[in-house]
């Protein structure tokens, strides 16, 4: 089986940090692949491996229509939100006076 010898690739902790980024809506394929080397292909059957069918079903419904799976067709820049109204911390002092 392909997914298996995917698994067997990874040790237990780079296991669970693949499946968490491949659950997180705003992490993209691209990065998964930048750090495990799996292909957008490969995560699919490493997840399908990793999870019940119901969940592995969910996953894929939630994320075939996503387009912040793809940086390609992310429609926000690249990084952190950060809301205009928040405020700006400058030289490690929180102002809250």
């Known amino acids: 089986m392909?997914?298996?010898?995917?698994?067997?690739?990874?040790?237990e902790?780079?296991?669970?940090?693949?499946?968490?980024?491949?659950?997180?809506d705003r992490t993209p394929f691209d990065a998964i692949t930048a750090q495990f080397g799996l292909t957008e292909s490969e995560i699919?059957?490493?997840?399908?491996?990793?999870?019940?069918?119901?969940?592995?079903?969910?996953?894929?419904?939630?994320?075939?229509?996503?387009?912040?799976?793809h940086r390609a067709r992310r429609g926000f820049e690249l990084g952190r939100h950060r809301s205009s109204r928040q405020r700006h911390i400058s030289n490690n002092k929180i102002s809250k006076r």
């Open 13 to 24: 902790d780079e296991i669970d940090r693949i499946v968490e980024m491949a659950w997180e």
């Open 2 to 11: 392909k997914g298996s010898r995917i698994v067997k690739m990874f040790r």
């Open 44 to 69: 699919i059957v490493f997840m399908r491996h990793q999870m019940k069918l119901s969940s592995w079903r969910h996953w894929r419904a939630r994320v075939q229509g996503r387009s912040t799976k």
